[in-house]
Protein backbone atom coordinates (compact mmCIF):
# COMPACT_ATOMS: atom_id res chain seq x y z
CA UNK A 1 0.00 0.00 0.00
CA UNK A 2 2.83 2.19 0.80
CA UNK A 3 4.67 1.07 -2.24
CA UNK A 4 6.14 4.63 -4.44
CA UNK A 5 7.80 4.27 -7.79
CA UNK A 6 10.16 6.94 -8.90
CA UNK A 7 9.30 8.41 -12.18
CA UNK A 8 10.85 11.67 -13.95
CA UNK A 9 8.96 14.98 -14.42
CA UNK A 10 8.59 15.37 -18.02
CA UNK A 11 6.51 18.87 -17.91
CA UNK A 12 4.95 20.84 -15.42
CA UNK A 13 1.28 22.83 -14.97
CA UNK A 14 1.90 25.13 -11.90
CA UNK A 15 -1.69 27.10 -11.89
CA UNK A 16 -3.49 22.64 -11.70
CA UNK A 17 -0.34 21.72 -9.17
CA UNK A 18 0.16 18.81 -11.74
CA UNK A 19 2.59 17.27 -13.63
CA UNK A 20 3.28 14.85 -16.28
CA UNK A 21 5.75 12.10 -15.38
CA UNK A 22 7.42 9.17 -17.41
CA UNK A 23 7.60 6.22 -15.84
CA UNK A 24 9.75 3.58 -17.77
CA UNK A 25 8.11 4.77 -21.14
CA UNK A 26 4.58 5.10 -19.08
CA UNK A 27 2.97 8.89 -19.44
CA UNK A 28 0.74 9.82 -16.32
CA UNK A 29 -0.35 13.17 -14.88
CA UNK A 30 0.27 13.26 -10.84
CA UNK A 31 -0.94 16.03 -8.41
CA UNK A 32 2.20 17.88 -7.44
CA UNK A 33 0.29 19.53 -4.56
CA UNK A 34 2.45 17.87 -1.85
CA UNK A 35 5.51 19.48 -2.78
CA UNK A 36 7.30 23.26 -2.03
CA UNK A 37 9.50 22.94 -5.14
CA UNK A 38 9.54 20.68 -8.11
CA UNK A 39 11.22 20.99 -11.41
CA UNK A 40 11.25 19.25 -14.72
CA UNK A 41 13.77 16.73 -14.97
CA UNK A 42 13.64 16.00 -11.02
CA UNK A 43 12.39 12.25 -9.84
CA UNK A 44 9.98 12.14 -7.63
CA UNK A 45 7.90 9.38 -5.45
CA UNK A 46 4.61 8.75 -6.99
CA UNK A 47 1.65 6.99 -5.25
CA UNK A 48 -1.67 6.78 -5.51
CA UNK A 49 -1.82 9.84 -8.21
CA UNK A 50 0.38 12.12 -6.20
CA UNK A 51 3.79 13.17 -6.20
CA UNK A 52 5.11 12.46 -2.77
CA UNK A 53 8.76 13.94 -2.19
CA UNK A 54 11.82 14.34 -4.38
CA UNK A 55 14.17 11.89 -4.91
CA UNK A 56 17.05 13.78 -4.03
CA UNK A 57 20.34 12.86 -6.45
CA UNK A 58 22.99 13.90 -4.36
CA UNK A 59 21.55 11.31 -1.53
CA UNK A 60 21.20 8.72 -4.29
CA UNK A 61 24.88 8.98 -5.69
CA UNK A 62 26.07 9.04 -1.99
CA UNK A 63 24.03 5.24 -1.20
CA UNK A 64 25.78 3.94 -4.49
CA UNK A 65 29.07 5.35 -3.42
CA UNK A 66 29.20 3.50 -0.39
CA UNK A 67 27.72 0.61 -1.93
CA UNK A 68 31.02 0.59 -4.12
CA UNK A 69 32.93 0.94 -0.93
CA UNK A 70 31.24 -1.91 0.98
CA UNK A 71 31.80 -4.02 -2.02
CA UNK A 72 35.40 -3.07 -2.26
CA UNK A 73 35.24 -3.70 1.52
CA UNK A 74 33.77 -7.48 1.10
CA UNK A 75 36.21 -8.53 -1.57
CA UNK A 76 39.29 -7.99 0.68
CA UNK A 77 37.99 -9.45 2.91
CA UNK B 1 14.10 2.08 -13.90
CA UNK B 2 16.57 4.25 -12.51
CA UNK B 3 16.71 4.57 -8.96
CA UNK B 4 15.33 0.79 -9.09
CA UNK B 5 17.66 -1.14 -10.83
CA UNK B 6 20.76 0.03 -8.89
CA UNK B 7 19.45 -0.96 -5.68
CA UNK B 8 18.33 -4.70 -7.11
CA UNK B 9 21.73 -5.33 -7.92
CA UNK B 10 22.43 -8.67 -7.27
CA UNK B 11 26.21 -8.58 -6.99
CA UNK B 12 26.04 -5.81 -4.48
CA UNK B 13 23.50 -7.45 -2.52
CA UNK B 14 25.75 -10.19 -2.09
CA UNK B 15 28.93 -8.34 -0.99
CA UNK B 16 26.44 -6.81 1.42
CA UNK B 17 25.27 -10.19 2.91
CA UNK B 18 28.76 -11.30 2.93
CA UNK B 19 29.70 -8.33 5.44
CA UNK B 20 26.75 -9.57 7.67
CA UNK B 21 27.56 -12.78 8.43
CA UNK B 22 31.19 -11.34 9.17
CA UNK B 23 29.43 -8.57 11.48
CA UNK B 24 26.75 -11.21 13.30
CA UNK B 25 28.23 -12.48 16.73
CA UNK B 26 27.36 -16.20 16.48
CA UNK B 27 26.27 -16.31 20.09
CA UNK B 28 23.70 -13.55 19.47
CA UNK B 29 20.43 -13.74 18.12
CA UNK B 30 19.18 -10.89 15.95
CA UNK B 31 15.30 -10.73 15.52
CA UNK B 32 14.79 -7.59 12.98
CA UNK B 33 10.93 -6.45 12.89
CA UNK B 34 10.18 -5.26 9.33
CA UNK B 35 6.95 -2.90 10.09
CA UNK B 36 5.82 -2.60 6.51
CA UNK B 37 4.10 -4.98 4.21
CA UNK B 38 6.59 -3.58 1.99
CA UNK B 39 9.56 -4.51 3.51
CA UNK B 40 8.33 -8.25 4.19
CA UNK B 41 7.16 -8.08 0.49
CA UNK B 42 10.74 -7.24 -0.64
CA UNK B 43 12.57 -9.84 1.66
CA UNK B 44 10.88 -12.80 0.31
CA UNK B 45 10.21 -11.69 -3.68
CA UNK B 46 14.58 -10.98 -3.73
CA UNK B 47 15.30 -13.60 -1.41
CA UNK B 48 16.88 -11.75 1.28
CA UNK B 49 16.12 -14.00 3.82
CA UNK B 50 18.30 -16.73 1.64
CA UNK B 51 21.06 -14.31 2.39
CA UNK B 52 21.03 -13.42 5.45
CA UNK B 53 23.29 -15.82 8.25
CA UNK B 54 20.85 -18.66 10.53
CA UNK B 55 21.32 -16.00 13.24
CA UNK B 56 19.15 -13.47 11.98
CA UNK B 57 15.58 -13.64 11.25
CA UNK B 58 12.91 -11.48 10.61
CA UNK B 59 9.73 -10.83 12.38
CA UNK B 60 6.79 -9.50 10.26
CA UNK B 61 4.97 -6.43 11.61
CA UNK B 62 1.38 -4.49 11.43
CA UNK B 63 2.51 -2.15 8.64
CA UNK B 64 0.05 -3.39 6.23
CA UNK B 65 -3.25 -0.63 6.17
CA UNK B 66 -5.44 -3.41 4.43
CA UNK B 67 -4.23 -6.24 7.50
CA UNK B 68 -5.32 -4.23 10.10
CA UNK B 69 -8.43 -2.86 9.32
CA UNK B 70 -11.11 -4.69 11.27
CA UNK B 71 -13.50 -6.33 9.40
CA UNK B 72 -16.63 -3.99 10.99
CA UNK B 73 -15.02 -1.24 9.31
CA UNK B 74 -15.67 -2.70 6.02
CA UNK B 75 -18.70 -3.99 6.81
CA UNK B 76 -19.90 -0.53 7.52
CA UNK B 77 -18.57 0.49 4.10
CA UNK B 78 -20.88 -2.40 2.48
CA UNK B 79 -23.86 -1.18 4.52
CA UNK B 80 -23.60 2.77 3.21
CA UNK B 81 -23.35 1.03 -0.15
CA UNK B 82 -26.23 -1.25 0.34
CA UNK B 83 -28.59 1.01 2.86
CA UNK B 84 -27.81 4.55 1.27
CA UNK B 85 -27.11 3.72 -2.42
CA UNK B 86 -24.12 5.83 -2.25
CA UNK B 87 -21.35 5.00 -4.80
CA UNK B 88 -18.79 3.68 -3.03
CA UNK B 89 -15.01 4.49 -4.03
CA UNK B 90 -12.50 2.19 -2.46
CA UNK B 91 -8.43 1.09 -3.51
CA UNK B 92 -8.34 -2.14 -5.06
CA UNK B 93 -6.32 -3.74 -1.70
CA UNK B 94 -9.98 -3.53 -0.25
CA UNK B 95 -12.14 -5.45 -2.13
CA UNK B 96 -11.50 -8.91 -1.00
CA UNK B 97 -10.91 -8.03 2.55
CA UNK B 98 -13.14 -10.59 4.15
CA UNK B 99 -16.07 -8.74 6.02
CA UNK B 100 -18.61 -10.38 8.63
CA UNK B 101 -20.28 -13.52 7.12
CA UNK B 102 -18.19 -14.56 4.65
CA UNK B 103 -18.88 -11.40 3.00
CA UNK B 104 -16.84 -8.15 1.02
CA UNK B 105 -16.94 -5.48 -0.96
CA UNK B 106 -15.83 -7.75 -4.08
CA UNK B 107 -19.26 -9.75 -3.66
CA UNK B 108 -21.80 -6.70 -2.39
CA UNK B 109 -20.45 -5.07 -5.79
CA UNK B 110 -21.97 -8.43 -7.39
CA UNK B 111 -25.06 -7.79 -5.36
CA UNK B 112 -25.51 -5.02 -7.46
CA UNK B 113 -23.72 -2.40 -4.98
CA UNK B 114 -22.03 0.59 -7.10
CA UNK B 115 -18.85 0.06 -5.28
CA UNK B 116 -15.67 1.44 -7.71
CA UNK B 117 -11.82 0.61 -7.73
CA UNK B 118 -9.57 3.71 -7.96
CA UNK B 119 -6.06 4.20 -8.83
CA UNK B 120 -5.74 7.68 -6.96
CA UNK B 121 -8.26 9.96 -4.42
CA UNK B 122 -8.53 12.54 -6.75
CA UNK B 123 -10.46 9.81 -8.82
CA UNK B 124 -13.10 9.58 -6.23
CA UNK B 125 -13.63 13.60 -6.84
CA UNK B 126 -13.91 12.98 -10.26
CA UNK B 127 -16.76 10.57 -9.77
CA UNK B 128 -18.21 12.43 -7.26
CA UNK B 129 -18.36 15.92 -10.11
CA UNK B 130 -19.70 13.73 -12.73
CA UNK B 131 -22.73 12.58 -10.44
CA UNK B 132 -23.98 15.54 -8.76
CA UNK B 133 -27.05 13.75 -8.02
CA UNK B 134 -25.51 11.12 -6.03
CA UNK B 135 -23.53 10.98 -2.83
CA UNK B 136 -20.00 9.59 -3.16
CA UNK B 137 -17.68 8.17 -0.45
CA UNK B 138 -14.35 7.60 -0.61
CA UNK B 139 -13.55 4.73 1.72
CA UNK B 140 -10.19 5.86 2.48
CA UNK B 141 -7.10 3.54 4.22
CA UNK B 142 -3.60 3.78 4.46
CA UNK B 143 -0.64 4.43 7.05
CA UNK B 144 1.04 8.59 6.49
CA UNK B 145 1.79 7.60 3.28
CA UNK B 146 -1.78 8.04 2.09
CA UNK B 147 -3.18 10.14 4.35
CA UNK B 148 -1.88 13.27 2.09
CA UNK B 149 -3.88 12.49 -0.84
CA UNK B 150 -6.80 12.66 1.16
CA UNK B 151 -6.27 15.22 2.72
CA UNK B 152 -5.43 16.87 -0.60
CA UNK B 153 -8.88 16.08 -1.84
CA UNK B 154 -10.82 17.13 1.08
CA UNK B 155 -9.59 20.60 0.83
CA UNK B 156 -10.27 20.67 -2.63
CA UNK B 157 -13.50 19.47 -2.02
CA UNK B 158 -14.69 22.09 0.43
CA UNK B 159 -12.90 25.21 -1.88
CA UNK B 160 -15.67 23.56 -4.66
CA UNK B 161 -18.43 23.13 -2.33
CA UNK B 162 -19.00 19.27 -3.28
CA UNK B 163 -22.45 18.58 -1.55
CA UNK B 164 -22.43 14.69 -2.59
CA UNK B 165 -18.93 14.18 -1.94
CA UNK B 166 -17.51 12.40 1.85
CA UNK B 167 -14.40 10.30 3.07
CA UNK B 168 -14.91 7.44 5.61
CA UNK B 169 -11.51 8.15 7.29
CA UNK B 170 -9.44 5.09 8.02
CA UNK B 171 -6.37 6.62 8.26
CA UNK B 172 -4.07 5.16 11.03
CA UNK B 173 -0.56 6.23 12.61
CA UNK B 174 2.60 4.56 12.59
CA UNK B 175 4.62 5.25 15.36
CA UNK B 176 1.65 4.71 17.78
CA UNK B 177 1.94 0.94 16.31
CA UNK B 178 5.11 0.37 16.80
CA UNK B 179 5.15 1.39 20.23
CA UNK B 180 2.22 -0.56 20.87
CA UNK B 181 4.32 -3.28 19.99
CA UNK B 182 7.22 -2.43 21.61
CA UNK B 183 5.45 -2.07 25.36
CA UNK B 184 3.38 -5.28 24.74
CA UNK B 185 6.64 -7.05 24.53
CA UNK B 186 4.56 -10.17 22.83
CA UNK B 187 7.58 -10.74 20.10
CA UNK B 188 11.18 -10.03 21.17
CA UNK B 189 12.43 -7.36 19.15
CA UNK B 190 16.22 -6.62 18.94
CA UNK B 191 16.10 -4.34 15.95
CA UNK B 192 13.46 -2.54 13.59
CA UNK B 193 13.31 -1.74 9.68
CA UNK B 194 11.34 1.35 9.61
CA UNK B 195 9.30 2.68 7.12
CA UNK B 196 10.07 3.84 3.74
CA UNK B 197 7.84 6.28 2.30
CA UNK B 198 5.42 7.21 5.80
CA UNK B 199 9.26 8.47 6.98
CA UNK B 200 9.06 10.50 3.71
CA UNK B 201 6.23 12.37 5.24
CA UNK B 202 6.94 12.12 9.01
CA UNK B 203 10.60 12.27 9.08
CA UNK B 204 13.12 10.03 10.74
CA UNK B 205 12.76 12.07 14.45
CA UNK B 206 9.53 10.67 14.56
CA UNK B 207 10.90 7.38 15.86
CA UNK B 208 13.27 8.54 18.37
CA UNK B 209 11.02 8.25 21.70
CA UNK B 210 10.13 4.82 20.32
CA UNK B 211 14.61 4.05 20.69
CA UNK B 212 14.60 5.87 23.70
CA UNK B 213 11.62 4.39 25.71
CA UNK B 214 12.16 0.80 24.54
CA UNK B 215 16.28 0.51 23.88
CA UNK B 216 15.72 -0.96 20.54
CA UNK B 217 17.67 0.42 17.43
CA UNK B 218 15.75 1.40 14.25
CA UNK B 219 17.06 1.67 10.62
CA UNK B 220 14.61 3.68 7.78
CA UNK B 221 15.18 1.48 4.82
CA UNK B 222 14.32 1.91 1.12
CA UNK B 223 11.91 -1.01 -0.41
CA UNK B 224 14.37 -2.09 -2.66
CA UNK B 225 16.22 -5.08 -1.78
CA UNK B 226 20.51 -4.08 -1.37
CA UNK B 227 18.48 -0.92 1.04
CA UNK B 228 17.07 -3.63 2.96
CA UNK B 229 20.18 -5.63 3.60
CA UNK B 230 22.84 -1.65 3.93
CA UNK B 231 19.75 -1.45 6.95
CA UNK B 232 20.20 -4.57 8.15
CA UNK B 233 23.87 -4.57 8.43
CA UNK B 234 23.27 -1.08 10.03
CA UNK B 235 21.16 -2.75 12.32
CA UNK B 236 23.41 -5.94 13.48
CA UNK B 237 26.36 -3.03 14.08
CA UNK B 238 24.37 -0.91 16.53
CA UNK B 239 23.00 -4.27 18.23
CA UNK B 240 26.85 -5.58 18.89
CA UNK B 241 28.04 -2.44 19.88
CA UNK B 242 24.87 -1.99 22.26
CA UNK B 243 23.35 1.10 20.25
CA UNK B 244 19.70 2.36 20.20
CA UNK B 245 19.56 5.06 17.75
CA UNK B 246 17.65 6.28 14.84
CA UNK B 247 19.06 5.82 11.92
CA UNK B 248 18.81 6.11 7.89
CA UNK B 249 19.80 4.75 5.27
CA UNK B 250 16.77 5.87 2.51
CA UNK B 251 18.44 9.55 2.92
CA UNK B 252 17.42 9.83 -0.67
CA UNK B 253 13.92 10.40 0.35
CA UNK B 254 13.94 10.67 3.80
CA UNK B 255 14.79 13.69 5.68
CA UNK B 256 15.01 14.07 9.19
CA UNK B 257 11.79 16.27 9.24
CA UNK B 258 10.01 14.88 6.67
CA UNK B 259 7.55 16.35 3.76
CA UNK B 260 6.59 19.39 6.15
CA UNK B 261 4.00 20.96 3.44
CA UNK B 262 2.49 17.19 3.34
CA UNK B 263 2.39 17.28 7.83
CA UNK B 264 0.55 20.63 7.33
CA UNK B 265 -1.78 19.55 5.19
CA UNK B 266 -3.03 16.34 7.32
CA UNK B 267 -3.02 19.40 10.55
CA UNK B 268 -5.25 21.43 8.53
CA UNK B 269 -7.83 18.51 7.43
CA UNK B 270 -7.56 16.01 10.20
CA UNK B 271 -7.28 15.68 14.12
CA UNK B 272 -6.53 12.89 16.12
CA UNK B 273 -8.69 10.21 16.88
CA UNK B 274 -8.75 9.40 20.72
CA UNK B 275 -9.07 5.71 19.89
CA UNK B 276 -8.89 3.56 16.84
CA UNK B 277 -9.35 -0.22 16.72
CA UNK B 278 -6.73 -2.54 14.85
CA UNK B 279 -7.11 -5.98 13.27
CA UNK B 280 -4.81 -7.82 16.09
CA UNK B 281 -3.53 -4.76 18.22
CA UNK B 282 -6.75 -4.09 19.28
CA UNK B 283 -8.21 -0.54 20.82
CA UNK B 284 -5.30 1.63 20.56
CA UNK B 285 -5.86 5.09 21.96
CA UNK B 286 -4.53 7.73 20.11
CA UNK B 287 -3.26 6.07 16.75
CA UNK B 288 -5.42 7.20 13.87
CA UNK B 289 -6.44 10.54 12.62
CA UNK B 290 -10.25 11.73 11.95
CA UNK B 291 -11.26 14.29 10.08
CA UNK B 292 -11.63 17.54 12.19
CA UNK B 293 -14.82 20.02 12.93
CA UNK B 294 -14.44 22.27 9.60
CA UNK B 295 -14.16 19.42 7.58
CA UNK B 296 -17.22 18.01 9.41
CA UNK B 297 -19.87 18.22 6.09
CA UNK B 298 -17.11 16.33 4.29
CA UNK B 299 -17.25 13.07 7.03
CA UNK B 300 -19.32 10.32 5.74
CA UNK B 301 -19.22 8.72 9.80
CA UNK B 302 -21.37 12.17 10.54
CA UNK B 303 -23.18 12.49 7.48
CA UNK B 304 -24.46 8.49 7.14
CA UNK B 305 -24.38 8.66 10.76
CA UNK B 306 -22.49 5.83 11.21
CA UNK B 307 -22.72 3.25 13.98
CA UNK B 308 -19.35 0.90 15.05
CA UNK B 309 -19.76 -2.31 14.33
CA UNK B 310 -18.17 -5.00 15.56
CA UNK B 311 -17.49 -8.66 13.68
CA UNK B 312 -15.71 -11.77 15.05
CA UNK B 313 -12.42 -12.85 13.32
CA UNK B 314 -12.43 -16.03 11.09
CA UNK B 315 -12.55 -19.15 13.73
CA UNK B 316 -8.94 -20.40 12.99
CA UNK B 317 -7.38 -17.71 11.46
CA UNK B 318 -4.25 -15.96 13.31
CA UNK B 319 -3.65 -12.86 11.28
CA UNK B 320 -3.73 -11.14 14.94
CA UNK B 321 -1.06 -13.11 16.27
CA UNK B 322 0.91 -12.85 12.60
CA UNK B 323 0.10 -9.22 12.74
CA UNK B 324 1.40 -8.59 16.47
CA UNK B 325 5.03 -10.70 15.14
CA UNK B 326 4.07 -13.60 17.75
CA UNK B 327 3.75 -16.51 15.06
CA UNK B 328 4.56 -16.87 11.38
CA UNK B 329 1.90 -17.89 8.33
CA UNK B 330 3.04 -21.50 8.10
CA UNK B 331 1.76 -21.78 11.66
CA UNK B 332 -1.41 -21.05 10.87
CA UNK B 333 -3.82 -24.39 10.17
CA UNK B 334 -5.90 -22.52 7.81
CA UNK B 335 -2.94 -21.50 5.49
CA UNK B 336 -2.54 -22.46 2.20
CA UNK B 337 -5.59 -25.11 2.56
CA UNK B 338 -8.41 -23.59 3.43
CA UNK B 339 -6.85 -19.61 3.24
CA UNK B 340 -5.18 -18.64 -0.25
CA UNK B 341 -5.07 -15.49 -2.53
CA UNK B 342 -7.57 -16.85 -4.46
CA UNK B 343 -9.98 -16.93 -1.69
CA UNK B 344 -8.29 -15.72 1.16
CA UNK B 345 -10.26 -16.07 4.85
CA UNK B 346 -7.88 -13.76 6.31
CA UNK B 347 -6.72 -9.68 5.86
CA UNK B 348 -2.57 -10.85 5.90
CA UNK B 349 -3.54 -13.14 2.82
CA UNK B 350 -5.56 -10.64 0.85
CA UNK B 351 -3.38 -7.87 0.24
CA UNK B 352 0.08 -9.00 -1.93
CA UNK B 353 1.97 -7.16 0.88
CA UNK B 354 0.62 -8.63 3.80
CA UNK B 355 2.67 -12.07 5.91
CA UNK B 356 0.66 -14.91 4.49
CA UNK B 357 0.41 -13.21 1.03
CA UNK B 358 4.00 -13.22 0.84
CA UNK B 359 4.90 -16.54 2.03
CA UNK B 360 2.07 -18.32 -0.15
CA UNK B 361 3.41 -16.32 -2.93
CA UNK B 362 7.60 -16.90 -2.49
CA UNK B 363 8.09 -18.83 0.60
CA UNK B 364 5.86 -21.79 1.16
CA UNK B 365 8.04 -24.15 -1.11
CA UNK B 366 10.76 -24.01 0.51
CA UNK B 367 9.58 -24.13 4.00
CA UNK B 368 8.05 -27.45 3.13
CA UNK B 369 11.56 -28.33 1.72
CA UNK B 370 13.30 -27.70 4.70
CA UNK B 371 10.76 -29.72 6.83
CA UNK B 372 11.53 -32.71 4.63
Redesign the interface.
Known amino acids: ??????A?VESLDTAAATAMID??GIRKEV?T????EVAVGD?V?V????A??R???V??A???A??AE??A???D? | ????D?FR?G??AR??A??IR?AVKPDVNYRLMEF???HTHAIFRFGVNDLMPENVSFIHGP????CVLPAGRIESAIRLAEEEDVILCT?A?LMRVPAGKHDSLHKAKARGADIRMI?????ALAIARANPERQVVFFA???E??T??TA?VLKIAKAMQLSNFTVFCNHVETPPAMMHILSAGEARIDGILG????S??IGSHAYAACCDTYRVPLVIAG?EP?DVI?SV?MLVRQINAGEARVEN?Y???VSEHG?Q??QA?MAEVFEQRPIFEWRGLGSLPESAVQINSVYAAFDAEKRFAMQEISTADIKGCICPAVLRGMNNPDECKLFGTACTPEDPKGACMV?S?GACAAYYSYGRYRTAGAEQ
Not at chain 1, 47 to 50: I, L, T
Not at chain 2, 1 to 4: A, L, N, R
Not at chain 2, 63 to 66: A, E, I, S
Not at chain 2, 119 to 123: E, H, N, P
Request: charged share 20%; proline share 5%.
Open positions: MCLAVPRLDSQLLDYLHVGFLEIDAEAKTLLFLRRDAR | MKYVEDDTALGLACGGGCPVYDYSATDIGFTTPPAPSHVAIFVQLQTRANKALSE
